[in-house]
């Protein structure tokens, strides 16, 4: 489990999955498949904080991929004016994602992340930033979203569910975030009740980036073994 004061934990042996709950065909299937989890804290963020440090993990190996990544980033200010948002609710978090990148990318030091990640002021910009981007997706393509949420209409969801802090979040924001970030990521679910893992892959046929374990309304991120990376 995560320190009390730890938004995101270090890497950690996959055989603490083994210590923390039942010893299950769940679990040995987990740990067949994947060498480390990283404990991101439940605080009703887990998702979106899960999300952005492992993507920027991945492009602590991926100089250019990092370049290309905080270029893209800026650019998605339009998605949020479009959705009507004011430019001046949205800046300062957006400078300081920015910043965390900028930073990251000239240190390209693993602890320099989670350092920056266990900042509650940082951390919890860039997960604020991430949820209006994601509220701002879907209400551009409300279209297509507004069928897949149980509210009277798009907008109020979007206020109350996806906007507000430490609101769990549902799939359909999970592919709204993949979709506006460009993201793809694979989800191994222990919920299901009859023995058996489930997957995800989001969007649907894609390679994975980043693998996160979902279990009880929350978020972890997973790390695979090799063959696995390698298939």
């Known amino acids: 489990m995560t320190d009390a004061a730890e938004l995101v934990s270090e890497k950690l ?57 905080k270029d893209e ?12 948002f004011s430019e001046s609710s949205f800046e300062d ?12 990318e000239a240190d390209n030091q693993d602890s320099t992340l989670l350092k920056v990640f266990n900042d509650q002021s940082t951390s919890d910009s860039m997960v604020q930033y991430l949820r209006l981007l994601t509220s701002a997706y ?21 206020t109350q569910e996806v906007e507000t802090m430490a609101m769990e979040c549902d799939h359909v924001e999970i592919i709204a975030l993949s979709e506006a970030l460009g993201l793809s990521f694979h989800i191994v679910s222990m919920e299901a009740g ?13 390679i994975p980036s980043l693998h996160l ?3 009880t309304a929350h978020y972890d991120i997973l790390y695979p073994r090799a063959h696995l990376e390698e298939s």
Do not use: W
């Open 13 to 69: 042996d996959i055989a603490t999955l083994r210590t923390e709950q039942a010893e299950d065909e769940k679990t040995k299937e987990i740990c067949k498949h994947y060498s480390s989890v990283r404990r991101i804290k439940g605080d009703g963020n887990c998702f979106y904080r899960a999300v952005i440090f492992g993507h920027l993990e991945v492009l602590l190996q991926d100089e250019r991929g990092m370049q290309i990544f």
């Open 73 to 84: 980033l800026i650019q998605t200010g339009k998605e949020l004016l479009l959705a009507g």
């Open 93 to 104: 978090i957006l400078n300081t994602f920015v910043r965390v990148l900028v930073c990251t």
């Open 138 to 158: 879907l209400q551009n393509h409300s279209d297509f979203f507004q069928h897949f949420v149980e509210a009277p209409n798009l907008k109020s969801y979007c």
């Open 194 to 206: 009859d023995g058996h893992l489930t997957h995800h892959t989001i969007p649907e046929g894609a």
């Open 213 to 215: 374990l979902y279990k």
